[in-house]
């Protein structure tokens, strides 16, 4: 069974940085993780893409979010990365993995969707607090 493990969450006051991990582990049954995204769900609201990286490096991200978030994965790991920087209070949020598995290797679509993933980590907690 395939499980996603986020990671690097913790309480921070605005302007600091963070990097999230996503570890992916299980057995895939020789698919590979063909897209891997991350999502973030605030209190009360409902879950937003930030951005999706495929097997090939691609990235994707939502046009809604501002340059302050950067996607990188390293397939060897099974590791998807979120960078954050200058955060915000307004990204206090659950931060949140998702994977497809299969045999190809990008992100199908012009955009992240929710309904395209098929695992989901239990998320990481992100506090922007001054």
């Known amino acids: 069974q395939v499980r996603l493990r986020e990671s690097g969450g913790g309480s921070v006051q605005p302007g600091e940085s963070l990097r999230l991990d996503c570890v992916a582990s299980?057995?895939?049954?020789?698919?590979?993780?063909?897209?891997m995204a991350w999502f973030r769900q605030a209190q009360g609201g409902e879950r937003e893409a930030i951005g999706s990286?495929?097997?090939?490096?691609?990235?994707l991200y939502n046009e809604s979010m501002a340059g302050r978030f950067t996607v990188a994965r390293d397939n060897g790991k099974h590791t998807l990365y979120l960078q954050v920087n200058d955060l915000e209070p307004g990204d206090t949020a659950m931060y949140i993995c998702?994977?497809?598995?299969?045999?190809?290797?990008?992100?199908?679509?012009?955009?992240?969707?929710?309904?395209?993933?098929?695992?989901w980590g239990q998320g990481t907690l992100v506090t922007v607090s001054s």
């Open positions: 998702a994977a497809v598995l299969g045999w190809g290797t990008y992100c199908e679509g012009g955009r992240i969707q929710r309904e395209d993933f098929g695992y």
């Open positions: 990286m495929g097997y090939d490096g691609r990235v």
């Open positions: 299980g057995d895939t049954y020789q698919r590979r993780y063909a897209c």
